[in-house]
């Protein structure tokens, strides 16, 4: 157990929807990373916050946005849902902000778009 | 070409086999080097990280990176059953960290 913490586990949900998948990072990281994986992309870096403030961003989407709260939580919404967007996504967590920081990943969420 | 290429496998091999993994990547940039492990439906896990050209050795794991080759590698000595999992190399600079798309193995008692 990596300590960090997702919710839901699993979601099924219709194209053109809108989910707030949520993360909670470890206890004392200020770092809070999202990836989406899939079968034919494998894992691929979305977006990194740093004590609520974002620090980077990779692939993603304009019709996916994050934040990260004062309490460190963070979220991603994905709107507009398409069948492309079903992947598992995780969420990492890291002490610093750094170039090379090490990242805890939890268990993911799984999404199903119909 | 992709920056980083990793052969997906599937890869089978009987327990006590020595195990290879590598990935070859084409961005110099490239400053740490980290291999995760992946159990199926769960999120991967910090196995070996790097910094510079050379071997880190951790028990039965030994991390190579050869940069003059653009080229990393993982070696899993004595391997056991509990090791079936998909092997994912990553690589990074300024932030942004670049995953393979994983080895799958499957060591067989």
């Known amino acids: 157990d990596s300590g960090v913490t997702q919710t839901p586990k699993h979601l099924i949900t219709a194209t053109g929807q809108r989910v707030t998948l949520r993360c909670s990072p470890r206890?004392?990281?200020?770092?809070v990373y999202w990836y989406q994986q899939s079968l034919d992309q494998g894992l691929q870096f979305l977006i990194h916050y740093y004590n609520g403030e974002e620090r980077a961003k990779g692939n993603i989407l304009e019709r996916f946005s994050a934040q990260q709260f004062p309490d460190l939580h963070s979220e991603l919404n994905l709107s507009s849902l398409e069948l492309g967007d079903s992947a598992l996504y995780f969420c990492?967590?890291?002490?610093?902000?750094?170039?090379?920081?090490?990242?805890?990943f939890g268990p993911g969420t799984r999404l199903l778009v119909l | 070409q992709k920056e980083v290429e990793q052969d997906p496998g599937p890869l089978s091999v009987p327990e006590g086999a020595i195990v290879s993994l590598n990935c070859t990547y084409s961005?110099?940039?490239?400053?740490?080097f980290m291999w995760y492990r992946q159990y199926s439906r769960k999120g991967p896990e910090l196995l070996m990280y790097?910094?510079?050209?050379g071997n880190k050795e951790d028990g039965r794991f030994t991390a190579q990176v050869d940069k003059s080759s653009k080229y990393i590698s993982l070696f899993i000595r004595d391997s056991q059953p509990s090791d079936s999992a998909t092997y994912l190399c990553?690589?990074?600079?300024?932030?942004?960290?670049?995953f393979g798309k994983g080895t799958k193995l499957s060591v067989k008692p």
């Open positions: 990553a690589m990074g600079s300024q932030g942004n960290l670049i």
């Open positions: 206890s004392g990281d200020l770092s």
């Open positions: 790097t910094y510079s050209s």
């Open positions: 990492a967590s890291s002490v610093g902000g750094g170039d090379a920081e090490t990242q805890y």
């Open positions: 961005n110099s940039a490239f400053q740490y």
